[in-house]
């Protein structure tokens, strides 16, 4: 059994920035892909980043198209974490952000909820213009 427990959600003004963490506990996760995403009041929970389990040749993770360029995804496998640092953000980018892991070895991270196992409890992020 796997336990995400995410952090460094907080509320902060557009233009700032933010580090999410997402602690494992239960098992080592450098041999599954992981993921974080975000869900905004009365809409669906979305992708927002993801990092595949065998690093692509160029080591590219996946974000989706409203992140790219202002979120980067990362894990440090010998803490058990992963990370997503958040700069410029921008009110629409206010949510609760949660992280996943995902049991199945892939070299294209995943972006579809369903193909995650474990998911955190969330973290609220708030930014005000």
């Known amino acids: 059994q796997v336990q995400l427990v995410e952090s460094g959600g907080g509320l902060v003004q557009a233009g700032g920035s933010l580090r999410l963490s997402c602690a494992a506990s239960g098992r080592t996760f450098g041999s599954y892909a992981l993921g974080w995403f975000r869900q905004a009041p009365g809409k669906e929970r979305e992708f927002v980043a993801a990092i595949a389990t065998i690093s692509l040749p160029d080591g590219s993770p996946s974000y989706a198209d409203s992140v790219k360029g202002r979120f980067t995804i990362s894990r440090d496998t010998a803490k058990n974490t992963v990370y997503l640092q958040m700069n410029s953000l921008k009110p629409e980018d206010t949510a609760v952000y949660y992280c996943?892991?995902?049991?199945?070895?892939?070299?294209?991270?995943?972006?579809?909820?369903?193909?995650?196992?474990?998911w955190g409890q969330g973290t609220q992020v708030t930014v005000s213009s």
């Open positions: 996943a892991l995902s049991q199945r070895r892939t070299v294209v991270p995943f972006k579809a909820l369903r193909e995650y196992d474990y």
